[in-house]
């Protein structure tokens, strides 16, 4: 019985300590604001064609990302509810991984495309990823079946597919299956 509650009381003063390393991360998060240029080097996949999967390589993009305050977007209700009234902005998520202790933050973003016009598909609740102090990642799901981890200044990756599995699909149509890659970097 001493053993378990010896164990309880580790775990739980871990998990303390863990909360407590990142507890400052509001300091050093992502200023709001922030924009970072992104520009695909390669965007390939497969296009559903007679049939059959057909290899394709896309027009390459680029984005245009922008840290938002939730609060403050007009007429749009995705990431002032998809970050739950009920969490505090200050919520600081942290979790073992790969790299050691790590923690992660909801925030807003606008995601899209070079001279794409401003519209509520461009909200999105992304997580800021950090580990000992460091931003390491980005994480957003712009789309439906779609996501895209990337560092305002470094690499990206953007993914797109619709698990559709099915043989004979209506009108012979399956949504395409993308994964781009490239590079952003701040421009303000």
């Given at each position: 019985?001493?053993?378990?509650?010896?164990?309880?009381?580790?775990?739980?003063?871990?998990?303390?300590?863990?909360?407590?390393?990142?507890?400052?991360?509001?300091?050093y998060e992502?200023?709001?604001?922030?924009?970072?240029?992104?520009?695909?080097?390669?965007?390939s996949?497969?296009?559903?064609?007679?049939?059959?999967?057909?290899?394709?390589?896309?027009?390459?993009?680029?984005?245009?990302?922008?840290?938002?305050?939730?609060?403050?977007?007009?007429?749009?209700?995705?990431?002032?509810?998809?970050?739950n009234?009920?969490?505090?902005?200050?919520?600081?998520?942290?979790f073992?991984?790969?790299?050691?202790?790590?923690?992660?933050?909801?925030?807003?973003?606008?995601?899209?495309?070079?001279?794409?016009?401003?519209?509520?598909?461009?909200?999105?609740?992304?997580?800021?990823?950090?580990?000992?102090?460091?931003?390491?990642?980005?994480?957003?799901?712009?789309?439906?079946?779609?996501?895209?981890?990337?560092?305002?200044?470094?690499?990206?990756?953007?993914?797109?597919?619709?698990p559709?599995l099915?043989?004979?699909p209506?009108?012979?149509?399956?949504?395409s299956?993308?994964?781009?890659?490239?590079?952003?970097?701040?421009?303000?």
């Amino acid at each position: 019985m001493k053993q378990l509650l010896f164990i309880i009381t580790l775990l739980f003063s871990f998990n303390t300590m863990a909360q407590d390393s990142y507890k400052d991360i509001l300091d050093y998060e992502v200023p709001e604001g922030t924009v970072s240029l992104c520009k695909e080097k390669h965007s390939s996949g497969y296009n559903w064609v007679n049939g059959e999967w057909i290899d394709v390589n896309y027009q390459l993009e680029t984005y245009i990302i922008k840290k938002l305050h939730y609060k403050d977007i007009n007429n749009n209700d995705v990431c002032r509810y998809g970050i739950n009234e009920n969490e505090s902005i200050e919520k600081v998520e942290t979790f073992e991984s790969l790299l050691g202790e790590a923690a992660y933050i909801k925030r807003c973003y606008s995601i899209k495309s070079l001279g794409e016009e401003e519209n509520y598909t461009n909200f999105n609740v992304c997580s800021e990823h950090y580990n000992k102090n460091e931003l390491t990642h980005i994480f957003c799901r712009p789309l439906l079946h779609s996501d895209m981890a990337f560092n305002i200044n470094g690499l990206f990756v953007l993914r797109h597919w619709e698990p559709d599995l099915n043989k004979n699909p209506k009108n012979d149509y399956k949504s395409s299956i993308q994964t781009s890659h490239g590079v952003c970097g701040t421009i303000n």
